[in-house]
């Protein structure tokens, strides 16, 4: 197959990837994969594979027998398995092109032109905005491929589309990214680019640094707590205090729950504590299933019942196929068995990447690696994990582990040629 065939693929996954489309980006994938699928494939990461494959599986089987309508398992099947044709094909189309930068390249780029529309939009209704919420729907809630394109251009050694030609360019492309990062205004995207950085300098290995980096990580969690905490805000705060006070109410929504009946008074904290919320819904349905739903779940096309009503899209709902927080997605889905497999794809990831083997190049990508576990542990908790459009810590690890195969096998054909000239 020409490489024009397998690069333009890419630009396709990516971009599809980048729009928010689970169906696109699904198809997409299932494509790149067919057109660039290889026999030969790493056993570390076809384990991996597997452990994905099982979740799915779990999940058909716990849905046998049960009417769920058609269309909602056909969005399950299509939820849960996305992640895992996206990760084939991410590691088998760059395996496939030749260049080891191809991949950095396209990232960048793409990423390059989203920011660029992204700050065209603030610019135009620069009169309009009165708000942090109006600001963020400008250029939607989070855009997670300017984070993938920023730990390329500041944790990795590898050129830029433009470093090659122009190093004002290149820091061009470098602002521009950076400051449409920041003006999505997203918790989520922060901390993510702040666990590359711990991850860049090595904090997140098993060893004396990742004590260091645990204490770093809490003396800054401490001092930015304490300054936020000091704020003076509510929840009528406007412009920038009304994006403090979402900020202070971080672990709320996340962990702090509430009865149905308080919501009745005032819906505002229904909001505020939504994402704990929706995950007590999911697990008090499990425990009113009975032993069967904890141990493989709902199955698919299962919906969780809130007891009470939201709006999202416009549109009035009193349950809804998936929640937030993905721990408990997968385990209202899969029960306590698919569970197990999902937190053990993380950590086998974590744990077999703690090397400091090899090349320098082995290391970068390991601390890339060990990185995006925790990416995807984090993610879990606000954004539904991999299972969520536009979530690229599923296709940077496929990109990754192809990248470093890739690499090792260049500097075993150097070793080759070395010896073959003593």
Do not use: C
């Not at 590691?91 to 390059?112: C, D, E, Q």
């Not at 449409?180 to 991850?199: A, H």
């Not at 090595?202 to 260091?212: A, D, H, P, Q």
């Not at 990447?353 to 320098?360: A, G, P, T």
């Amino acid at each position: 197959m020409p490489q024009f065939v397998y690069k333009t693929g890419l630009i396709l996954l990516v971009l599809l990837l980048s729009i928010y489309s689970i169906e696109l980006s699904f198809i997409t994938s299932i494509l790149v994969l067919i057109l660039s699928f290889s026999s030969k494939i790493n056993f570390n990461f076809i384990f991996t594979v597997i452990l994905l494959i099982i979740i799915a599986v779990i999940g058909f089987l716990s849905s046998y027998g049960l009417k769920y309508p058609p269309f909602d398992v056909l969005k399950d099947v299509i939820y849960f398995i996305r992640p895992i044709t996206i990760l084939l094909a991410s590691y088998f189309v760059v395996k496939r092109i030749k260049s080891k930068t191809y991949v950095f390249n396209v990232v960048i780029g793409i990423a390059l032109f989203f920011a660029i529309k992204h700050l065209a939009n603030i610019l135009f209704h620069l009169p309009q905005i009165d708000s942090y919420v109006y600001l963020r729907g400008l250029g939607g809630k989070q855009n997670h491929i300017e984070i993938v394109a920023l730990i390329f251009i500041f944790f990795t050694p590898f050129k830029t589309p433009f470093k090659k030609y122009d190093k004002l360019l290149s820091a061009l492309t470098t602002i521009i990214i950076f400051s449409s990062f920041i003006l999505y205004l997203s918790r989520t995207m922060y901390i993510v680019l702040f666990i590359f950085f711990l991850g860049h300098k090595g904090y997140l290995f098993l060893n004396r640094r990742l004590i260091k980096g645990l204490f770093l990580f809490l003396i800054l969690s401490i001092i930015i707590g304490v300054s936020i905490s000091n704020v003076d805000t509510n929840r009528d705060s406007k412009g920038f205090k009304a994006f403090m006070y979402k900020v202070q109410n971080s672990y709320g929504e996340l962990f702090n729950s509430m009865d149905t009946s308080e919501i009745v008074n005032d819906r505002r904290l229904l909001w505020e504590h939504w994402r704990a919320y929706e995950a007590q819904k999911a697990i008090e349905q499990i425990g009113e299933n009975g032993l069967k739903a904890w141990l493989i779940g709902l199955g698919f096309g299962s919906q969780i019942e809130l007891d009470t009503y939201v709006l999202l899209e416009g549109k009035r709902f009193t349950e809804v196929p998936s929640i937030h927080n993905g721990f408990v997605n997968v385990l209202f889905k899969t029960g306590i068995i698919g569970f197990i497999f999902y937190i053990s794809f993380i950590i086998f990831i974590f744990i077999n990447h703690q090397k400091f083997r090899y090349s320098n190049s082995n290391i970068l990508f390991n601390k890339l690696l060990v990185a995006t576990s925790l990416y995807m542990f984090f993610n879990s908790f606000v954004i539904t994990g991999f299972f969520r459009s536009g979530e690229f810590s599923i296709f940077l690890y496929g990109i990754l582990i192809a990248s470093k195969l890739k690499e090792n096998n260049v500097l075993v054909k150097e070793t080759i040629v070395e010896d073959e000239n003593l």
